[in-house]
């Protein structure tokens, strides 16, 4: 009986350690990605206010980098967390649309 409640309880202990394994490497592959998109509509220093504040309280978002005289959004997001579409779509639920980036 004691034997058999030790072997459990070894089973639970390594059941515990790979999953905690998992989870540790699944945040290892989490990575930085850098989306551009256009805003036509964006055109003086109250627009980036608006579309800052929209992606700055988008959770994943890293950092905006916006240029009125571009017309152009530079932001680097983690894409476990928010996707490209999810980042559009915040900056069009502030008032502007936006366009693919043609590099």
Do not use: W
Not at 34 to 49: F, I, Q, S, W, Y
Not at 62 to 91: C, G, H
């Amino acid at each position: 009986m004691t034997h058999g409640r030790f072997r459990k309880e070894r089973n639970v202990k390594l059941i515990a350690i790979i999953v905690g394994l998992g989870l540790i490497g699944g945040t290892a592959v989490a990575k930085e990605v850098t989306a551009e998109m256009k805003v036509p509509g964006m055109d003086c220093a109250a627009c980036t206010v608006v579309i800052k504040q929209a992606l700055t309280h988008t959770t994943g978002v890293k950092t905006v980098d916006l240029n009125v005289d571009k017309r152009m959004a530079t932001i680097v997001y983690e894409d476990t967390q928010v996707t490209e579409p999810q980042i559009q779509k915040a900056i069009e639920k502030s008032g502007f649309k936006t366009e693919p980036s043609k590099k």
